[in-house]
């Protein structure tokens, strides 16, 4: 791709770095952490002493300290998030400054690239390039799994024959949960490569009380929330349409909730709301058939409605019903034209009502195949659609008087790959730096955490938490296997219940908010997600 010029201009911006990371000399503070007795028998290399977190401090610089150059490799793993290059451009800048000998290599097209021993070496052109540029093109990205021992091994020889002194995986929460497992292989077999983690997903559900948000959210939000907004502009200007948004995040609602309070939308969905009253699907189109009334009354036939993708898997009964599926399809191969016919006689008689009911392209998207780590491709149901549909045809058995003129919109990969929030720009640098002292200090099985993000870059702080202490034990295909927890909206937090309190308000009156474009200048707001700390919000 030809750089444009606002791409040559984003790429002569040199990220903020905390004060702490740009010192020449840091001392390690280590606390010991607690882990699961069970996740303690799963990694007993990582575990064979006390599990310890790293945080940095300044330590006096000494001029006699010889370095030797550092060879780190690094991966992309699962789905784009904005400030995935800066990562990488963090650790190369940081290496490089350590000692003009050092390398970096990217392992290609994501795990794959590491037990096939598909890598590029990156080197200042490359790295200049893709400098504060959204997607994963430098070194693409994928979803495989490291998962055979045969795997594992080729994993293990292509770090030795490069000689890496680490290797750092930029991933989600699968991806993470599978460089821990990376990382114990490693120490079971002697080799000196350490493997480090970086937080990497726009759902926002890689967050707990050692990562503050992943990186990428931030951006996906605020370019969804510029959209929202323009949506918004338009539809009080014509006063004719309701728009029903879908918008991207596997399971959790964080980013939904989000843009919410980014741009005070006429309704928006949580999904962990929905499952926890126990809502069906009929409930929801009542709910939203009385708002479009109610507002009819009031002379309004347009509104802005945002729907989280999860949120078709948080609804009671089609959680069951997907659930069936996944049973059924596991023990049985079928022509792809006969799955249809064949799991209605499979499925419990109110599933099989369900199935049959929803329109058949709803049906054929809940078929469709999971994803390598056994997800629903939420991203290609269209949920707003399904909406629509019902709410239209519940209005009309209503004799409704009004208009209800609808138009649906999924606001998901235009997210992922956007020039990355100033933001992002920061916090990926500096997850890529930090993860370069980590290797450097032969920590592995740690996750690179930058922390106090709703301060401003310089002040932020630097750690490493071990990817153990982030895990638990799940059942998947009959196995207890270990995860990395996925974090749900907080119907607790001070971000739902500041959108609770506010949206039957926002649903009748219009407080529309609309943000504009992304600015990489000036002021700027870290996501809400990182709540409680810094989160005010001006009541309207
Ligand atoms: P990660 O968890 O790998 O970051 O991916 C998240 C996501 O963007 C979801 O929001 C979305 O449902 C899914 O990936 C889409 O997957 P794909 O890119 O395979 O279509």
């Not at 916090?427 to 930090?434: D, K, Q, R």
Request: charged share 25%; proline share 4%; with cysteine.
């Amino acid at each position: 791709i030809q750089p444009n010029n606002f791409h040559s201009l984003r790429t002569k911006y040199q990220p903020e770095l905390p004060q702490l990371l740009q010192l020449e000399e840091l001392d390690t503070k280590t606390e010991t952490i607690q882990v699961n007795p069970q996740i303690r028998e799963m990694f007993p290399f990582l575990c064979k002493e006390e599990v310890k977190a790293v945080a940095f401090q300044a330590a006096n610089a000494n001029e006699n300290t010889i370095r030797a150059p550092l060879r780190i490799g690094c991966v992309l793993s699962g789905g784009q998030a904005a400030g995935g290059h800066n990562v990488i451009v963090g650790i190369y800048e940081q290496i490089k400054r350590r000692h003009p000998n050092s390398q970096l290599f990217g392992f290609l097209k994501g795990p794959i690239g590491i037990y096939s021993g598909k890598y590029e070496e990156l080197k200042d052109d490359t790295i200049n390039y893709f400098k504060n540029r959204g997607g994963f093109d430098m070194i693409q990205s994928g979803r495989h799994k490291i998962e055979t021992e045969e795997q594992f091994k080729k994993s293990l020889q292509y770090c030795q024959s490069l000689k890496l002194d680490g290797l750092v995986v930029i991933g989600g929460d699968d991806s993470n949960t599978n460089a821990c497992l990376l990382a114990e292989y490693f120490l079971k077999n002697n080799c000196q490569t350490s493997v480090v983690g970086c937080p990497k997903t726009i759902d926002g559900d890689l967050k707990n009380e050692f990562v503050e948000v992943s990186f990428g959210f931030d951006t996906a939000c605020k370019t969804y929330s510029e959209l929202i907004g323009n949506i918004m502009l338009d539809t009080v200007s014509s006063k004719k349409y309701y728009h029903f948004i879908r918008l991207m995040g596997r399971s959790a609602s964080h980013i939904a909730l989000e843009c919410a309070l980014l741009t005070r939308p006429t309704w928006a969905y949580i999904g962990e709301e929905v499952e926890k009253n126990k809502t069906s699907l009929t409930q929801i189109v009542t709910q939203l058939s009385d708002l479009i009334e109610k507002r009819y009354k009031q002379n309004k036939n347009h509104g802005v409605i945002l729907v989280p993708e999860g949120l078709i898997e948080f609804i009671d009964e089609v959680k069951i019903l997907i659930k069936e599926i996944n049973t059924i399809l596991a023990a049985n191969k079928w022509e792809p034209d006969q799955v249809f016919n064949n799991i209605l006689t499979k499925l419990t008689p109110e599933s099989s009502k369900l199935l049959e009911f929803l329109p058949r392209s709803i049906s054929d998207q809940l078929l469709l195949d999971r994803d390598p780590h056994g997800n629903v491709q939420v991203a290609k149901i269209e949920t707003e659609k399904l909406l629509i549909e019902m709410v239209k045809a519940e209005l009309e058995r209503r004799k409704y008087g009004g208009k209800f003129s609808a138009i649906s919109h999924y606001y998901g990969y235009e997210g992922r790959c956007a020039f990355p929030t100033k933001f992002d720009c920061d916090y990926c640098y500096s997850l890529g730096v930090n993860a370069a002292i980590l290797i450097e200090n032969k920590f592995t099985g740690v996750m690179s955490c930058i922390r106090d993000l709703h301060k401003s870059p310089s002040e932020w702080n630097a750690a490493g938490f071990p990817l153990v202490t982030m895990m638990d034990v799940e059942t998947r295909k009959g196995k207890s296997v270990p995860v990395i927890k996925k974090a749900l909206v907080d119907l607790d937090g001070p971000l739902f219940k500041f959108y609770q309190s506010n949206r039957e308000k926002w649903a009748f009156h219009d407080y529309y908010h609309p943000v504009g474009p992304i600015q990489f200048e000036g002021d700027q707001v870290p996501p809400f997600l990182i709540n409680g700390k810094g989160f005010e919000f001006e009541e309207v």
